[in-house]
């Protein structure tokens, strides 16, 4: 099955700075790569998503590119203010397959 | 669109108690999934289901988990015997899948605690 590996566990940025977190995926047939944001005691929240069928898709301050080959895919978070510190979580999916594998999370702390 | 409804929010039982957690999906979406969330072993996905059917079980823990889906607009996670290591929180997630595969939305979750 899936494996989906994220890194790293935590990460510290400056308010202003960019954060980066990096995930990689086993199996060559997933397809399907949403990124979620979690807060505090609340519930994981899509932030973005992205198809094989693109290399990257960008939404105001966050990103994600996406290496078929290297089977690994990225999120960018640019200008970082605090309201971006939470847990932030990758997933892999195929086309018929409902499921979704997920990483392992990254604590994101901006520090003002 | 009121999102996923889960009920109760939070939850306090002793041990040996049974536990059932409700969940109402988004409406026109055909797959639910189940998960419990720890910080010792982060998101994990217990059961989910497609057309009401369930597809695959195989992260429920054991026999003292199941659950059910009786129609398109409600799932039971039930826990009979609960045990302490049983406390966590449970998320219900429901998408759409057709073709292609479609995010998923979480509901608020139930924060499980076992005594």
């Known amino acids: 099955g899936e494996n989906v590996e994220q890194h790293p566990s935590t990460l510290s940025v400056q308010e202003g700075d960019s954060a980066v977190i990096k995930c990689t995926y086993s199996?060559?047939?997933?397809?399907?790569f949403p990124w979620y944001k979690q807060e505090l005691g609340k519930r994981p929240q899509l932030i973005i998503d992205?198809?094989?069928?693109?290399g990257e898709k960008k939404d105001q301050r966050i990103a994600v590119t996406l290496n078929k080959t290297a089977k690994h895919f990225s999120l960018h978070i640019t200008e970082t203010q605090p309201e971006d510190s939470a847990v932030y979580f990758c997933?892999?999916?195929?086309?018929?397959?409902?499921?979704?594998?997920f990483g392992t999370g990254t604590r994101l702390t901006v520090i003002p | 669109d009121a999102g996923v409804i889960q009920s109760p929010r939070h939850e306090v039982t002793e041990m040996g108690q049974e536990v059932t957690l409700r969940c109402k999906p988004i409406?026109?979406?055909?797959?639910l999934f189940w998960y419990r969330q720890t910080m010792m072993r982060g998101l994990e996905l217990l059961i989910y289901?497609?057309?009401?059917?369930?597809?695959?079980d195989s992260g429920m823990p054991e026999d003292r988990f199941s659950a059910k889906m009786p129609n398109a607009s409600f799932s039971t996670l039930k826990i009979q015997p609960s045990e302490p290591r049983d406390s966590a929180v449970y998320f219900c997630?429901?998408?759409?899948?057709?073709?292609?595969?479609?995010?998923?939305?979480f509901g608020p979750g139930t924060r499980l605690l076992v005594l």
């Open positions: 199996d060559s047939a997933s397809n399907y």
């Open positions: 409406s026109g979406h055909n797959s």
């Open positions: 997630a429901s998408s759409f899948t057709a073709v292609i595969q479609e995010t998923q939305y």
């Open positions: 997933a892999a999916s195929k086309t018929g397959a409902n499921n979704l594998f």
């Open positions: 992205i198809r094989s069928n693109v």
């Open positions: 289901f497609n057309n009401n059917v369930p597809i695959d």
